[in-house]
């Protein structure tokens, strides 16, 4: 499961206190899959990262017994001037797969040619996110953090990927982030709602979603 206990998270904009968190106190269940709904700026990614442990939090902690991915398509932490295959193998070592077993999956899903044994640092950013993605489902997460995984890539590629998420799914829950709420119902058990700093949980994703709508009714505070 992953427990939250009184997280809040605040940043210093322009010398004022901006709060997106005040007090969260949820745990989760292992296993499910959670649509995270909210404004722009609510700070939907900024609790993905937290979750990662990419991100500090200003008050609280954060708890799992369970292996949380980092947010899923994230390349800022290869190394430019490894190649694709090598960044692979040094994340293998990191969570103590089979090398070759890694980079031979991610080479096949990424689909990168010779690209694949070139300089990260040569990679367009379409390429980059295709082999973060390939990296992060390579990995046995018990929890992903999925932020938009259907803008990875071309048509081609958005589909082999979110066939492929759906396959993990089948053995792990996640934390899912989308402005497609189509693809949210489709994919996701239960919700959080993010407004004003609050998270409300939903065991219900049509509960969750219906609670979003009324939000975005609203004005912007």
């Known amino acids: 499961m992953i427990v939250l206990e009184n997280v809040s998270k605040a940043f210093w904009v322009w010398g004022k206190k901006r709060t997106l968190f005040q007090g969260i106190n949820l745990t989760i269940p292992t ?13 939907k990614s900024t609790l993905l990262r937290m979750l990662a442990g990419t991100m500090d939090l200003t008050e609280g902690r954060i708890l799992t017994d369970g292996l949380i ?39 096949d899903f990424a689909d990168l040619g010779d690209h694949f044994h070139m300089p990260f640092r040569t990679y367009s ?33 958005r589909k082999k990927s979110t066939e492929l998420f759906k396959d993990r799914l089948k053995t792990a829950g ?18 959080m709602v993010i407004d004003n700093g609050q998270v409300t949980w939903h ?19």
């Open 174 to 191: 996640a934390f899912y982030v989308s402005h497609n709420l189509g693809t949210v119902r489709t994919l996701c058990e239960s919700g």
């Open 69 to 107: 991915s980092w947010p899923v398509g994230f390349a800022g932490s290869f190394h430019g001037d490894l190649t694709g295959n090598q960044n692979v193998k040094f994340i293998a070592r990191i969570y103590g797969m089979d090398t070759d077993e890694m980079s031979d999956f991610v080479e």
């Open 31 to 43: 296993g499910l899959t959670v649509g995270l709904l909210g404004r722009n700026g609510a700070g």
């Open 125 to 157: 950013s379409g390429m980059k996110s295709r082999l973060a993605f390939g990296a992060s489902m390579a990995v046995p997460f018990d929890t992903y953090l999925i932020d938009e995984v259907t803008s990875v890539g071309d048509a081609a590629f």
């Open 203 to 221: 065991d219900d994703i049509e509960t969750a979603l219906d609670h979003h709508a009324e939000n975005m009714e609203k004005p912007r505070s």
